[in-house]
């Protein structure tokens, strides 16, 4: 029995849950810088044209409570939203002559139990 790891309407993406849904914004800036052009590419072909789909999708649920299956997908966008700006503005998985990296921290805040941004845990 294989184990579902993304809602049923989105498990044509399943293949990349394992290298892609990254749950910190430092392990997704990180995964970004460190692929190639190709597989950035072959990661926006996959998720963008079901981009809005799953946005509408998690519409329908409060961020702060999230199940795995939805979590995993909401990583999956986060993670798109990275790669697409790289490749639509640098063209590259890292900008040239941009701030270094290792010097821009990201510090990974909890989010509340009730998922309203701004509120406090």
């Not at 995964?31 to 809005?52: H, I, M, W, Y």
Request: with cysteine.
């Amino acid at each position: 029995m294989t184990a579902v790891t993304l809602p049923a309407a989105f498990s044509k993406l399943n293949g990349f849950v394992g290298d892609w849904a990254l749950p910190t914004e430092r392990l997704r800036r990180d995964k970004r810088a460190g692929s190639t052009l190709e597989d950035l590419q072959a990661f926006a072909a996959a998720v963008g044209p079901c981009f809005q789909e799953i946005g509408q999708y998690l519409d329908g649920f409060p961020m702060g409570r999230l199940e795995p299956p939805q979590r995993r997908l909401l990583d999956l966008a986060l993670m798109y939203s990275e790669v697409a700006f790289a490749l639509e503005f640098y063209h590259r998985p890292e900008p040239v002559g941009g701030f270094p990296r290792e010097r821009f921290i990201i510090r990974d805040v909890p989010q509340p139990e009730d998922g309203r941004p701004g509120a406090r845990p």
